[in-house]
Protein backbone atom coordinates (compact mmCIF):
# COMPACT_ATOMS: atom_id res chain seq x y z
CA UNK A 1 0.00 0.00 0.00
CA UNK A 2 1.36 3.63 -0.45
CA UNK A 3 2.00 5.01 2.61
CA UNK A 4 0.91 8.51 1.55
CA UNK A 5 -2.66 7.29 1.18
CA UNK A 6 -4.79 8.61 3.98
CA UNK A 7 -5.05 5.70 6.65
CA UNK A 8 -8.74 5.61 6.62
CA UNK A 9 -8.68 5.35 2.69
CA UNK A 10 -6.06 2.66 3.38
CA UNK A 11 -7.55 0.60 5.86
CA UNK A 12 -10.77 0.75 3.37
CA UNK A 13 -9.03 -0.58 1.01
CA UNK A 14 -7.72 -3.24 2.75
CA UNK A 15 -11.36 -4.20 3.85
CA UNK A 16 -11.98 -4.05 0.61
CA UNK A 17 -9.60 -6.36 -0.69
CA UNK A 18 -10.49 -8.95 2.10
CA UNK A 19 -14.20 -8.69 0.90
CA UNK A 20 -13.08 -9.27 -2.86
CA UNK A 21 -10.52 -12.21 -2.08
CA UNK A 22 -13.00 -13.92 0.10
CA UNK A 23 -15.65 -14.04 -3.74
CA UNK A 24 -12.35 -15.19 -5.48
CA UNK A 25 -12.34 -11.45 -7.42
CA UNK A 26 -10.37 -9.10 -8.15
CA UNK A 27 -10.57 -5.74 -6.62
CA UNK A 28 -9.12 -3.59 -8.76
CA UNK A 29 -11.46 -4.67 -11.70
CA UNK A 30 -14.25 -3.36 -9.05
CA UNK A 31 -12.68 0.07 -8.70
CA UNK A 32 -12.15 0.36 -12.45
CA UNK A 33 -16.22 -0.50 -12.90
CA UNK A 34 -16.58 1.99 -10.58
CA UNK A 35 -14.76 4.55 -12.21
CA UNK A 36 -16.47 4.68 -14.87
CA UNK A 37 -20.26 4.27 -13.75
CA UNK A 38 -22.40 7.29 -13.82
CA UNK A 39 -23.70 9.00 -10.45
CA UNK A 40 -26.58 7.95 -8.68
CA UNK A 41 -29.62 10.06 -9.30
CA UNK A 42 -32.67 10.78 -6.87
CA UNK A 43 -35.22 10.05 -9.78
CA UNK A 44 -33.24 6.94 -10.87
CA UNK A 45 -32.92 5.40 -7.31
CA UNK A 46 -36.47 5.58 -6.31
CA UNK A 47 -37.74 4.73 -10.00
CA UNK A 48 -39.47 7.68 -10.44
CA UNK A 49 -40.67 7.83 -13.88
CA UNK A 50 -42.06 4.36 -13.55
CA UNK A 51 -43.50 5.46 -9.98
CA UNK A 52 -45.28 7.79 -12.12
CA UNK A 53 -46.12 5.72 -15.04
CA UNK A 54 -48.12 3.08 -12.50
CA UNK A 55 -51.36 5.58 -12.56
CA UNK A 56 -53.82 4.60 -15.14
CA UNK A 57 -57.17 5.34 -14.38
CA UNK A 58 -60.09 3.39 -16.24
CA UNK A 59 -62.45 6.51 -16.79
CA UNK A 60 -61.73 10.50 -17.55
CA UNK A 61 -63.25 11.15 -14.05
CA UNK A 62 -60.09 13.50 -12.58
CA UNK A 63 -60.11 11.89 -8.65
CA UNK A 64 -60.19 8.48 -10.04
CA UNK A 65 -56.28 9.60 -10.56
CA UNK A 66 -56.33 10.13 -6.38
CA UNK A 67 -58.44 7.15 -5.57
CA UNK A 68 -55.51 4.92 -7.15
CA UNK A 69 -52.48 6.89 -6.04
CA UNK A 70 -54.07 6.76 -2.51
CA UNK A 71 -54.32 2.61 -2.84
CA UNK A 72 -51.19 2.76 -4.19
CA UNK A 73 -49.57 4.60 -1.40
CA UNK A 74 -51.51 2.81 1.40
CA UNK A 75 -50.14 -0.59 0.20
CA UNK A 76 -46.59 0.47 0.30
CA UNK A 77 -47.24 1.21 4.29
CA UNK A 78 -48.29 -2.07 4.42
CA UNK A 79 -45.40 -3.63 2.89
CA UNK A 80 -43.63 -1.73 5.21
CA UNK A 81 -45.41 -2.93 8.16
CA UNK A 82 -44.66 -6.66 6.85
CA UNK A 83 -41.52 -6.00 6.21
CA UNK A 84 -40.95 -4.86 9.95
CA UNK A 85 -42.78 -7.60 11.30
CA UNK A 86 -40.42 -10.18 9.07
CA UNK A 87 -37.27 -8.60 10.78
CA UNK A 88 -39.29 -8.86 14.52
CA UNK A 89 -39.58 -13.08 13.60
CA UNK A 90 -36.03 -13.31 12.56
CA UNK A 91 -34.37 -11.30 15.88
CA UNK A 92 -36.88 -12.58 18.21
CA UNK A 93 -36.06 -12.18 21.88
CA UNK A 94 -34.03 -8.37 21.29
CA UNK A 95 -36.38 -6.67 23.34
CA UNK A 96 -34.92 -2.91 22.17
CA UNK A 97 -35.15 -4.14 18.64
CA UNK A 98 -38.85 -5.31 19.72
CA UNK A 99 -39.67 -2.09 20.61
CA UNK A 100 -38.49 -0.08 18.06
CA UNK A 101 -39.67 -2.00 15.01
CA UNK A 102 -43.18 -2.26 17.33
CA UNK A 103 -42.96 1.50 16.99
CA UNK A 104 -42.11 2.02 13.90
CA UNK A 105 -45.52 -0.13 13.09
CA UNK A 106 -47.60 2.14 14.81
CA UNK A 107 -46.21 5.25 12.87
CA UNK A 108 -47.24 3.84 9.81
CA UNK A 109 -50.54 2.49 10.88
CA UNK A 110 -51.30 6.43 12.46
CA UNK A 111 -50.37 7.72 8.98
CA UNK A 112 -52.49 4.95 7.46
CA UNK A 113 -56.01 6.12 9.19
CA UNK A 114 -54.93 9.13 9.90
CA UNK A 115 -54.70 9.58 6.28
CA UNK A 116 -57.88 8.43 5.06
CA UNK A 117 -59.36 11.61 4.29
CA UNK A 118 -57.68 11.84 1.50
CA UNK A 119 -60.59 9.65 0.30
CA UNK A 120 -63.01 10.79 2.58
CA UNK A 121 -62.70 14.74 2.01
CA UNK A 122 -60.76 14.02 -1.10
CA UNK A 123 -63.16 13.12 -3.91
CA UNK A 124 -66.66 14.48 -5.35
CA UNK A 125 -68.90 12.15 -4.79
CA UNK A 126 -70.67 12.42 -7.60
CA UNK A 127 -67.92 11.46 -9.40
CA UNK A 128 -66.67 8.57 -7.11
CA UNK A 129 -69.84 6.97 -7.59
CA UNK A 130 -69.41 7.20 -11.39
CA UNK A 131 -65.77 5.45 -11.94
CA UNK A 132 -66.26 3.30 -9.75
CA UNK A 133 -68.82 1.05 -11.66
CA UNK A 134 -66.00 0.87 -14.03
CA UNK A 135 -63.58 -0.68 -11.36
CA UNK A 136 -66.27 -3.97 -10.28
CA UNK A 137 -65.64 -6.66 -9.45
CA UNK A 138 -62.07 -5.40 -7.76
CA UNK A 139 -62.22 -3.98 -4.37
CA UNK A 140 -60.23 -2.68 -1.77
CA UNK A 141 -61.40 -5.72 -0.01
CA UNK A 142 -58.71 -8.22 -2.27
CA UNK A 143 -55.52 -6.29 -0.19
CA UNK A 144 -53.82 -9.18 0.66
CA UNK A 145 -51.16 -7.44 2.70
CA UNK A 146 -52.98 -6.48 5.09
CA UNK A 147 -54.67 -9.88 5.75
CA UNK A 148 -50.87 -11.23 5.78
CA UNK A 149 -50.51 -8.66 8.37
CA UNK A 150 -53.27 -9.83 10.51
CA UNK A 151 -51.37 -13.26 10.01
CA UNK A 152 -48.71 -12.31 11.61
CA UNK A 153 -49.78 -10.31 14.20
CA UNK A 154 -51.57 -13.07 15.86
CA UNK A 155 -52.65 -16.38 16.46
CA UNK A 156 -55.28 -17.35 13.43
CA UNK A 157 -58.16 -18.20 15.57
CA UNK A 158 -58.26 -14.98 17.12
CA UNK A 159 -58.86 -14.09 13.05
CA UNK A 160 -61.65 -16.69 12.87
CA UNK A 161 -65.48 -15.25 12.86
CA UNK A 162 -66.22 -14.60 16.48
CA UNK A 163 -69.51 -16.96 16.51
CA UNK A 164 -66.86 -19.80 15.60
CA UNK A 165 -63.53 -19.03 17.97
CA UNK A 166 -64.36 -21.22 20.93
CA UNK A 167 -65.39 -24.20 18.56
CA UNK A 168 -63.62 -26.96 19.30
CA UNK A 169 -62.84 -28.54 16.04
CA UNK A 170 -60.91 -25.40 15.34
CA UNK A 171 -58.43 -25.75 18.17
CA UNK A 172 -55.14 -26.25 16.60
CA UNK A 173 -56.61 -26.50 12.79
CA UNK A 174 -55.22 -24.22 10.72
CA UNK A 175 -57.13 -25.28 7.67
CA UNK A 176 -60.19 -25.32 9.07
CA UNK A 177 -60.01 -21.34 10.67
CA UNK A 178 -59.19 -20.23 7.55
CA UNK A 179 -61.99 -21.28 5.64
CA UNK A 180 -64.12 -19.29 8.84
CA UNK A 181 -61.95 -15.89 8.97
CA UNK A 182 -63.83 -13.18 9.82
CA UNK A 183 -63.32 -11.06 6.56
CA UNK A 184 -64.81 -13.95 4.21
CA UNK A 185 -68.45 -13.13 5.83
CA UNK A 186 -67.70 -9.57 4.43
CA UNK A 187 -67.55 -10.33 0.72
CA UNK A 188 -70.96 -11.94 0.45
CA UNK A 189 -73.96 -10.41 -1.79
CA UNK A 190 -76.00 -8.99 0.92
CA UNK A 191 -79.30 -11.12 -0.35
CA UNK A 192 -78.10 -14.68 -0.91
CA UNK A 193 -75.35 -14.68 1.39
CA UNK A 194 -73.16 -16.23 -1.88
CA UNK A 195 -69.69 -15.88 -2.25
CA UNK A 196 -69.11 -12.86 -4.38
CA UNK A 197 -67.05 -12.89 -7.61
CA UNK A 198 -64.98 -10.41 -5.76
CA UNK A 199 -64.14 -13.47 -2.92
CA UNK A 200 -64.00 -15.98 -5.08
CA UNK A 201 -61.16 -14.48 -7.18
CA UNK A 202 -59.07 -13.22 -4.05
CA UNK A 203 -59.48 -16.83 -2.75
CA UNK A 204 -58.31 -18.44 -5.87
CA UNK A 205 -54.79 -15.81 -5.84
CA UNK A 206 -54.29 -15.88 -2.24
CA UNK A 207 -55.19 -18.58 0.15
CA UNK A 208 -52.68 -20.77 -0.59
CA UNK A 209 -50.21 -18.22 0.63
CA UNK A 210 -51.98 -16.92 3.41
CA UNK A 211 -51.79 -20.97 4.95
CA UNK A 212 -48.06 -20.83 4.53
CA UNK A 213 -48.06 -17.41 6.16
CA UNK A 214 -50.02 -18.90 9.25
CA UNK A 215 -47.75 -22.11 9.34
CA UNK A 216 -44.78 -20.29 9.03
CA UNK A 217 -45.78 -17.44 11.72
CA UNK A 218 -47.86 -19.74 13.82
CA UNK A 219 -44.97 -19.84 16.59
CA UNK A 220 -43.00 -16.36 16.11
CA UNK A 221 -46.70 -13.75 15.18
CA UNK A 222 -46.12 -10.91 17.65
CA UNK A 223 -48.43 -12.56 19.75
CA UNK A 224 -46.09 -15.47 20.29
CA UNK A 225 -43.10 -13.33 20.63
CA UNK A 226 -44.45 -11.33 23.17
CA UNK A 227 -45.57 -14.13 25.24
CA UNK A 228 -41.98 -16.11 24.74
CA UNK A 229 -39.71 -12.99 25.31
CA UNK A 230 -41.47 -10.21 26.42
CA UNK A 231 -44.30 -10.67 28.86
CA UNK A 232 -42.93 -8.41 31.73
CA UNK A 233 -42.05 -5.72 29.51
CA UNK A 234 -44.28 -2.93 29.80
CA UNK A 235 -43.19 -0.20 27.19
CA UNK A 236 -43.82 -3.57 24.96
CA UNK A 237 -47.19 -4.12 26.48
CA UNK A 238 -48.23 -0.58 25.59
CA UNK A 239 -46.84 -0.86 22.43
CA UNK A 240 -48.89 -4.07 21.29
CA UNK A 241 -51.96 -2.13 23.01
CA UNK A 242 -52.06 0.47 20.58
CA UNK A 243 -51.05 -1.43 17.82
CA UNK A 244 -54.12 -3.80 18.52
CA UNK A 245 -56.30 -0.10 18.29
CA UNK A 246 -54.47 1.33 15.33
CA UNK A 247 -55.36 -2.10 13.11
CA UNK A 248 -58.73 -2.92 15.11
CA UNK A 249 -60.48 0.22 15.47
CA UNK A 250 -58.90 3.14 14.19
CA UNK A 251 -58.28 1.69 10.51
CA UNK A 252 -61.57 0.18 10.17
CA UNK A 253 -63.11 3.26 10.94
CA UNK A 254 -61.34 5.12 9.02
CA UNK A 255 -62.71 2.99 6.21
CA UNK A 256 -66.13 3.06 7.70
CA UNK A 257 -66.61 6.57 7.56
CA UNK A 258 -65.38 6.66 3.76
CA UNK A 259 -67.57 4.02 2.96
CA UNK A 260 -70.33 6.43 4.79
CA UNK A 261 -69.52 9.27 2.74
CA UNK A 262 -69.99 7.45 -0.52
CA UNK A 263 -71.98 4.45 -0.26
CA UNK A 264 -75.03 5.64 2.61
CA UNK A 265 -77.97 6.57 1.01
CA UNK A 266 -81.43 6.60 2.61
CA UNK A 267 -83.63 4.13 2.66
CA UNK A 268 -80.81 1.70 1.55
CA UNK A 269 -77.30 1.86 1.03
CA UNK A 270 -75.11 1.55 -2.03
CA UNK A 271 -73.05 -1.94 -2.40
CA UNK A 272 -69.36 -1.28 -2.01
CA UNK A 273 -67.63 -2.30 -5.25
CA UNK A 274 -67.34 -6.24 -5.68
CA UNK A 275 -70.58 -6.43 -3.64
CA UNK A 276 -69.04 -6.85 -0.61
CA UNK A 277 -70.99 -6.17 2.57
CA UNK A 278 -69.16 -3.43 4.23
CA UNK A 279 -72.10 -2.57 6.73
CA UNK A 280 -70.98 -6.11 8.42
CA UNK A 281 -67.33 -6.62 7.78
CA UNK A 282 -66.02 -2.88 8.82
CA UNK A 283 -67.17 -2.02 12.45
CA UNK A 284 -65.01 -3.42 15.27
CA UNK A 285 -67.83 -4.08 17.31
CA UNK A 286 -69.08 -6.92 15.56
CA UNK A 287 -66.35 -8.65 14.24
CA UNK A 288 -64.04 -7.91 18.13
CA UNK A 289 -60.96 -8.83 15.80
CA UNK A 290 -57.54 -8.53 18.91
CA UNK A 291 -54.68 -9.55 18.04
CA UNK A 292 -53.66 -9.74 21.80
CA UNK A 293 -57.16 -10.45 24.26
CA UNK A 294 -54.61 -11.09 26.83
CA UNK A 295 -53.87 -7.38 27.06
CA UNK A 296 -57.00 -5.83 27.28
CA UNK A 297 -60.07 -6.04 30.46
CA UNK A 298 -62.74 -7.91 30.16
CA UNK A 299 -64.92 -4.62 30.00
CA UNK A 300 -62.55 -3.29 27.22
CA UNK A 301 -62.96 -6.31 25.27
CA UNK A 302 -66.80 -5.80 25.68
CA UNK A 303 -66.38 -2.38 24.56
CA UNK A 304 -63.88 -2.77 21.70
CA UNK A 305 -64.37 -0.14 18.89
CA UNK A 306 -66.18 2.29 21.54
CA UNK A 307 -63.48 4.59 22.27
CA UNK A 308 -62.50 4.85 18.66
CA UNK A 309 -66.00 5.81 17.73
CA UNK A 310 -66.40 8.49 20.76
CA UNK A 311 -62.99 10.27 19.73
CA UNK A 312 -63.81 10.03 15.92
CA UNK A 313 -67.48 11.59 16.89
CA UNK A 314 -64.82 14.29 18.91
CA UNK A 315 -63.25 15.46 15.69
CA UNK A 316 -59.69 13.39 17.39
CA UNK A 317 -57.29 11.35 15.44
CA UNK A 318 -55.93 8.01 15.96
CA UNK A 319 -54.00 8.95 19.25
Not at 14 to 27: E, H, I, N, S
Not at 114 to 138: I, Y
Not at 164 to 186: P, V
Request: negative net charge; hydrophobic residues 40%; glycine residues 6%.
Amino acid sequence: MDSTLDPKLQELLVKLQQKYAVMGQDMSSYLDGLLHSDYLTYWDYIHLDTLLSLQNPKTQFPDERVFIAYHQVTELFLNLVLWEMEQMAAKENDAAFFLARLERINRYFVILADSFSVMTDGMERDQFLKFRMSLLPASGFQSAQYRLIEICSTDMINLVDVQFRDDQAMAGNLELQLQHLYWRSGATELASGKKTLTLQQFEQKYMKKFLEAGMQYQSKNLRRLYHTWFEKDEKIIQGLREFDQLANVYWPLAHMRSAARYLHRDPEDIKATGGTNWQKYLPPRFQKVIFFPELWSEQEKVEWGRAGVERALSGGGSR
